[in-house]
């Protein structure tokens, strides 16, 4: 009797939580219905965009939690890696292709060797010396790990991009001055592909200084529920920040840099007809395709210089 009962008190012990089905699923999917209200009482029309993303991210985790399973099986190298190259190709199609506003040739693989050089080589790198994976590309540990870094890192380069495809149209006029003036390829871009990266890293640095202090992170949240240890999880926690933070890095500063060196080429010659502008269906530049003719070069520099010399000339002549 006394067995029975410690087994009864044992499975209503509080904390103890059952599985979830896809009814619990159900009726988190339902609070979105608040975001509809509020959509509709102020007539954002978000409406459809909240169900779409609602949808999306059930199919998206449902098609992933079965990948993973059988990939979590493995022990295979090859199929880790190709795996992680499945989701880095993902989020380079996300950034270049499906929410990008500006673009231009080439950008789906520079978005894609920024996010998934980067976050391989710190991934590797984290999860061989940081987090002590043995070996490195544990499928169950470095697939997760990995998944982190991409989202992350498709962010800053996306910002990164963008900031830069708008400071040629905003700062034209400077860049081709300094072309005028004799500047090189790289000091002509050096003041965009800065404020580029800072713009694009300061989220991710951000995110580190308030770790911990206003929320519990997701990863470290994770890892309570399932029972872990707190100070294991908030160690862990540590290790995916700073690993978020260099992965954010490196993958900024190389797409910055390519895409900047697109827009100005090896003359060096501004570009900006090479910008394909999505949102109004149209090139930036002369609108002539993406080609330049020389004319049309000699006569903007030559506009360049009027506006200088008259900047360095006294107004009285």
């Not at 980067?118 to 010396?129: M, P, R, W």
Request: charged share 15%; hydrophobic share 50%.
């Amino acid at each position: 009797m006394s067995l029975l009962a410690s087994s009864e008190l044992g499975a209503t012990k509080p904390g103890t939580t059952d599985p979830l089905s896809w009814g619990n699923v159900a009726l988190a999917a339902s609070l979105l219905g608040v975001n509809v209200v509020i959509s509709s009482a102020l007539r954002l029309r978000l409406e459809s965009q909240i169900v779409v993303a609602g949808v999306r991210c059930f199919v998206q985790l449902t098609l992933l939690g079965l990948v993973l399973k059988r990939v979590f099986a493995t022990e295979s190298a090859v199929v880790v890696f190709g795996m992680a190259g499945v989701l880095g190709g993902m989020a380079a199609l996300e950034v270049s292709e499906w929410k990008a506003k500006r673009t231009v040739r080439g950008m789906f693989w520079i978005t894609f060797a920024s996010i998934f050089g980067s976050a391989i080589t710190v991934g590797l790198i984290g999860a061989a010396f940081a987090m002590n994976f043995d070996p490195p590309y544990i499928a169950s540990k470095f697939i997760p790990t990995l998944g982190m870094l991409f989202g992350n890192t498709m962010v800053g380069v996306s910002l990164g991009m963008d900031a830069v495809l708008t400071s040629v149209d905003t700062r034209r006029d400077v860049v081709e001055a300094m072309l005028c003036f004799g500047a090189s390829r790289w000091e002509a871009v050096r003041p965009i592909a800065v404020e580029a990266a800072r713009t694009a890293m300061v989220p991710s640095i951000t995110s580190v200084s308030i770790t911990g202090l206003i929320s519990i992170p997701g990863m470290m949240s994770g890892q309570i529920l399932g029972g872990a240890d707190v100070m294991d999880a908030a160690r862990y926690q540590q290790v995916i920040m700073f690993m978020i933070a260099a992965s954010v890095a490196l993958g900024v500063v190389f797409s910055v840099i390519a895409v900047a060196f697109i827009v100005v080429d090896r003359q060096p010659q501004i570009r900006p007809e090479r910008i394909i502008n999505r949102a109004a269906g149209s090139v930036s530049g002369n609108g002539k395709g993406g080609q330049r003719t020389p004319h049309s070069t000699r006569s903007c520099r030559s506009i360049v210089r009027l506006k200088a010399w008259k900047q360095v000339t006294p107004m009285a002549v």
